[in-house]
């Protein structure tokens, strides 16, 4: 294709190809420079020109809003999903805690319940406590943070570093002196107001114990608040000093067998350490009777998180990070995934009893004595 155009020179008309358009041609005639219009000259080439242009941006226009309507729908199924799982996290936990105030007012209101039937209808007073032990009120005492006693809506940790940073600032390592003697143990606190529950064996025989926790901060027991010795379980009162301290939340049922666990505590002696595990299984007292752990009257939560010496009064932690048992024998060195923590029922039980009176260490039953620990239960007695 050629354009015929006007030497503005010599008035001359010359032909160009018409690839020429915008470039300088000279002109045949004159030999002066001539500039090709760049403009399309005919109808033709206007429309052709505007049908290859048509072909360049109509498919890269479609890629872009094809482009676009996916993101937007990668983004949607994102956040229905999210929030899918946000909703069932919260359901499974919508149960509010009750606070220390109303779990202590309960208390006194069946000590005076059961003072009553004492003296006027004992014989149905067994009965009533035999039913209250099969029966265990169901409750979460804190919540996970401890900002507040009245409780809140837990978290579940599908990592164990996430877990691991919130439940370690509510547990202690506890130093017990008896007379030259130091033994170490575990507990964790239970309310930001200072209540903290441990293994009776770990304080029994102590003349002094003193906590630290995480963040170096460092308090005395000022004394106990209830204890059992059949669930090898108390509960003390430690000086603040004034300090709102995390607490634990108690959860309100029994792990599932397969459940991912944690414990925490101070083995030997040792800064805050974590084990991880499964709950192995749910046991009773009467399974165990012909171990080291027949005195105790209690429900066992049986795991492969190691619980070695000095994690003894830690805590056995869900993904939720509630306690689900209080951490209290191991298996030893031949047995390494045998494991056993005190169900969180039977901590419940016991918070039944625990009224406002804080007792010194010398109205213990024990003092003076060495109370042995339960490090290895398939012993045979």
């Known amino acids: 294709m050629y354009l015929s155009i006007i030497c503005p020179t010599c008035s001359k008309s010359m032909i160009v190809p018409a690839k020429a358009r915008g470039s300088s041609r000279k002109c045949p005639h004159c030999q002066h420079p001539v500039q090709v219009p760049g403009l399309v000259s005919s109808g033709k080439d206007q429309e052709l020109q505007r049908h290859r242009s048509y072909e360049r941006w109509v498919p890269t226009a479609i890629a872009s809003v094809a482009l676009a309507v996916s993101a937007a729908a990668a983004i949607a199924i994102f956040w229905h999903l999210k929030n899918l799982t946000d909703a069932t996290d919260t359901a499974a936990t919508s149960t509010v805690a009750p606070s220390l105030e109303q779990v202590l007012r309960d208390a006194r209101e069946r000590r005076l319940h059961d003072e009553w039937f004492a003296k006027y209808k004992p014989e149905e007073l067994k009965e009533i406590r035999e039913q209250r032990q099969s029966s265990p009120t169901d409750f979460k005492f804190a919540s996970s943070k401890g900002e507040s006693s009245s409780g809140a809506s837990l978290r579940r940790y599908r990592n164990l570093p996430d877990l691991i940073e919130v439940v370690e600032r509510s547990v202690v390592r506890i130093t017990t002196g008896f007379w030259d003697e130091h033994n170490y143990g575990s507990g964790f606190i239970i309310d930001p107001a200072g209540t903290l529950l441990t293994n009776y064996h770990v304080v029994a025989n102590a003349q002094q114990v003193d ?41 309100h049922q029994e792990p599932r067998k397969g459940e991912r666990v944690a414990a925490f505590g101070a083995p030997f002696g040792l800064s805050f350490s974590t084990s991880e595990g499964i709950v192995s299984a749910m046991r009773n007292a009467v399974e165990l009777e012909n171990t080291n752990l027949q005195p105790l009257k209690v429900r066992w939560v049986q795991t492969t998180a190691p619980i070695p010496v000095g994690y003894s009064g830690g805590p056995l932690v869900d993904t939720w990070a509630r306690v689900v048992g209080v951490n209290t024998a191991t298996g030893g060195e031949h047995h390494y995934g045998l494991n056993f923590a005190v169900s969180v029922q039977d901590v ?28 290895n239960p398939l012993g045979q007695r």
Do not use: C, W
């Open 211 to 251: 906590v630290e926790f995480q963040d170096q901060f460092k308090t005395k027991v000022i004394g106990f608040r209830t204890y059992s010795k059949e669930k090898d379980l108390i509960i003390l009162q430690i000086d603040t000093k004034g300090k709102n301290i995390p607490a634990l939340s108690l959860s």
């Open 348 to 375: 419940h039980l016991l918070l039944q009893e625990m009224g406002d009176e804080v007792y010194p260490f010398s109205d213990l039953p024990d003092q003076g004595q060495q109370i042995a620990p339960y490090p």
